[in-house]
């Protein structure tokens, strides 16, 4: 714990003007983020008694370390840069809205030039439509299935897309009439996209201009005698009516507004947002956040607006937004959503009418979702809590590991011999910080010593980040250099990001038993590191080692701290295994074009494309080589060179004649796009935070 005293800069230091601070922890980590309009008062108000400061507030001033601020001109700019650090950071101490689901949204991709209606969740993507969110996808289907019928919109995926147009035949929705076919160019691309348009507006809201259109036409074609074109207009105005009932009309005069209301306790908030077009409730969505910092209603809702429209612009951005309480100021967040939409945005809480009725409904869904989630978290949080406990009882450690680091070894009879290292963080699987280690220092298969040269790469890495900060010296360890292996994994001292690598646990569990515990606790003890925990877990009982001792520590099959050791070990297993797997593939996809220096995968898969296989290309000469785009003749010569080098794939026979098979040899060159291997993990093994875990 730090004195705030002992960073606390000199009053005249700290600028009298806007801008942003950044509180650092000991390890250099980000862990608040905050904006001023006068530096110097906000600044001073964190260095007081520690008695007069809220509870949370001084908990972040005593972990803090030091405090840092950048000066910028507006209080609209503070606003803006913020936003960007709370989003780049990830500060622990700030408030972090977790959206209780991935809501799915309807969305036109009017970025292709045949746009595409499709369900799409996560992040948003550039040139896309989006309306929503909505509770559930089957909302969103039916109310599609009934649109077609009018807007004939593509909706099939690129793969079924291009089949039709080689085939030249429409796929079912082509035929039934509920889609347009522009993949045998029934209608133009124009025309195809003004169908797109015409949806969009239906579902911004502006659906009575075209009912009534569409029933002109209907009458007309009726005047005209034509009775089966007006039928199918009729049809048509039931559909457009039937999707129009699935959202009720809320709002009488046709507002776009989104409604913004809060549940809060002393220890968490809720937030609930109903999103409102043309007078219905075109979606909704919630957040749950836990209170970290001292926050009122006013403060809720500016984080709730940057969460919500941090990254989005024009229409998305309503003009008007309902809230329960104003930020104070108001003015610099009500600029920026002007800023934002492009045009003035009204922020006010409603006081009577049909808006205030509405809100109250909005606060009640907030106060429900809120004890939702209290119901949930109060089981799981006590389920971990109990566990961290059990785990510190049976290893005898002083507090609770709220950081445990687990390590893997996997290899195939000794071949491609990799590690893992997974992190839970109070309990929960940090995938973010998941790394993965090649074994380099020798050759075969060792566990043990595998092991041991895991674990002394990375407290080296460690070391060497804490020598940089000034926080150990190579007088306090054995066995240390300057080598920390290269790789980006470790984090710079002017870096303040949560994944950092060198940020210690309190216990290491490795997947094993007495050998590889012992070798893990001798690493540290070359390393000269004596704060660190270690313990193995065995998988044929189930026992839990610890360095030194003859005899395993039995935890009973019903303890909640061997259920999450169990959990440690098995996702350190899975992280290595599929690691292992990725490499294993790309070796056996490696063909004789990746031993060409400067040949990348682009320049590879245009050879293979001009000649038509490797075999083409092997009796291609350097002239003809040269005459593929981007390849010089010193490339074409390493080709030649590599290709004849390397043993010619043997020819296929088929099995029931003995006849060779003169098929063209196989394009093992690396270059046939997902074939060509990648090290990267299937979107099925984990997250896409996951999956960035950095290879050292």
Wanted: net charge negative; proline share 5%; glycine share 8%.
């Amino acid at each position: 714990m730090a004195d705030p005293s002992s960073y606390r800069p000199k009053p005249g230091q700290i600028p009298d003007s806007p801008g942003v601070y950044k509180f650092r922890d000991e390890h250099r980590r980000v862990i608040y983020v905050g904006k001023a309009k006068s530096l110097r008062q906000r600044l001073a108000s964190y260095f007081q008694d520690l008695t007069n400061l809220h509870p949370r507030t001084a908990t972040m001033v005593t972990t803090a370390a030091s405090v840092e601020w950048t000066v910028v001109s507006t209080e609209v700019e503070a606003l803006q840069l913020e936003y960007s650090w709370i989003k780049e950071y990830d500060p622990r101490f700030n408030v972090k809205y977790r959206d209780d689901k991935s809501y799915p949204y309807l969305a036109v991709t009017m970025n292709e030039e045949f746009p595409r209606v499709q369900v799409m969740r996560g992040h948003k993507k550039k040139g896309v439509r989006y309306f929503g969110p909505y509770g559930h996808a089957w909302a969103i289907r039916d109310t599609v299935d009934l649109l077609l019928r009018v807007f004939p919109v593509r909706t099939c995926s690129a793969g079924v897309f291009k089949n039709a147009e080689r085939t030249g035949r429409p796929c079912l929705l082509g035929y039934i009439g509920k889609c347009a076919a522009p993949c045998v160019e029934r209608v133009s691309p124009e025309e195809h996209r003004q169908l797109a348009e015409d949806f969009c507006d239906f579902m911004t809201g502006r659906t009575g201009t075209y009912i009534r259109r569409v029933e002109r036409q209907m009458a007309d074609a009726a005047e005209d005698m034509e009775y089966e074109r007006a039928a199918r207009l009729r049809d048509d105005v039931g559909a457009l009516k039937k999707a129009m009932e699935k959202s009720a009309v809320v709002l009488a005069d046709a507002t776009d507004a989104d409604l913004i209301a809060l549940a809060e306790d002393e220890l968490e908030a809720a937030v609930q947002i109903f999103h409102v077009r043309g007078g219905r409730v075109r979606g909704q969505r919630g957040w749950v956040t836990d209170k970290v910092e001292a926050v009122t209603s006013g403060d809720l809702v500016e984080h709730a607006l940057q969460q919500l429209y941090g990254e989005e612009s024009g229409d998305s951005v309503p003009k008007e937004v309902l809230v329960p309480a104003l930020p104070d100021p108001i003015e610099p967040v009500q600029e920026w959503l002007t800023e934002r939409r492009g045009s003035n945005v009204s922020l006010r809480i409603p006081q009577r009418g049909d808006k205030k009725a509405l809100m109250e409904t909005v606060a009640r869904n907030a106060q429900q979702s809120l004890m939702l989630h209290k119901t949930k978290r109060a089981s799981d949080l006590t389920t971990r809590s109990r566990a961290l406990e059990e785990i510190a009882g049976a290893l005898e450690l002083d507090s609770a590991p709220l950081r445990i680091e687990c390590y893997d070894i996997s290899h195939l009879q000794g071949d491609d011999v990799v590690a893992s290292m997974v992190v839970f963080e109070d309990g929960l699987a940090r995938k973010s910080e998941y790394r993965r280690f090649q074994i380099k220092g020798f050759e075969g298969q060792d566990d043990v010593r595998s092991m041991h040269e895991v674990l002394t790469r990375r407290f080296k890495r460690y070391l060497a980040d804490k020598e940089k900060t000034g926080e150990w010296s190579p007088d306090e360890g054995e066995g240390v250099t300057d080598e920390t292996n290269g790789g980006s994994n470790g984090l710079t001292e002017e870096d303040g990001r949560p994944k950092r690598f060198a940020y210690p646990p309190q216990l290491v569990v490795v997947d094993g038993g007495q050998p590889q515990v012992a070798a893990a606790q001798r690493a540290l003890d070359e390393l000269g590191i004596d704060d660190i925990a270690v313990c193995g877990l065995a998988k044929r009982l189930e026992e839990v080692w610890v360095p030194g001792d003859d005899d395993p520590v039995i935890l009973p099959r019903t303890s909640e701290g061997l259920y999450l050791l169990q959990r440690v070990r098995d996702e350190a297993h899975r992280f290595a295994i599929t690691y292992q797997r990725a490499k294993r593939a790309k070796r056996f996809k490696a063909g004789p074009l990746d031993a060409v220096p400067g040949l990348g995968d682009a320049r590879k898969q245009t050879l293979i494309k001009h000649f038509g296989s490797v075999k083409k290309l092997r009796s291609a000469t350097i002239d003809q080589i040269c005459e593929v785009p981007g390849i010089g003749r010193k490339t074409a010569e390493a080709i030649v060179v590599a290709l004849a080098s390397a043993a010619p794939v043997a020819p296929a026979v088929n099995t029931a004649t003995g006849e060779i098979i003169e098929d063209e040899e196989p394009a093992r060159a690396g270059a046939s796009g997902s074939e060509s291997g990648t090290s990267e993990e299937p979107v099925s093994a984990g997250t896409s935070e996951e999956r960035r875990g950095q290879e050292t």
